[in-house]
């Protein structure tokens, strides 16, 4: 069983560092921490699949 999913890149507000999460391909929007700084952030798909927009979180 295959379940389709991308890498959704997002750029730390924080730090500035690039992050990688894999999510399914149909997600909407999902959380992550920056594994530099560990800040929470919202992603949220932007019009390229690729690299999606953050935003801290709280
Ligand atoms: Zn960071």
């Excluded at 920056?34 to 801290?56: G, Q």
């Amino acid at each position: 069983m295959t379940v389709a999913a991308l890498a959704a890149e997002w750029i730390c507000t924080r730090c500035g560092s690039t992050n990688r999460k894999l999510v399914p391909a149909d997600s909407g929007t999902v959380t992550d921490r920056c594994v530099t700084c560990r800040a929470r952030h919202v992603i949220t798909p932007d019009a390229r699949p690729v690299r999606w927009d953050a935003v801290l979180e709280g």
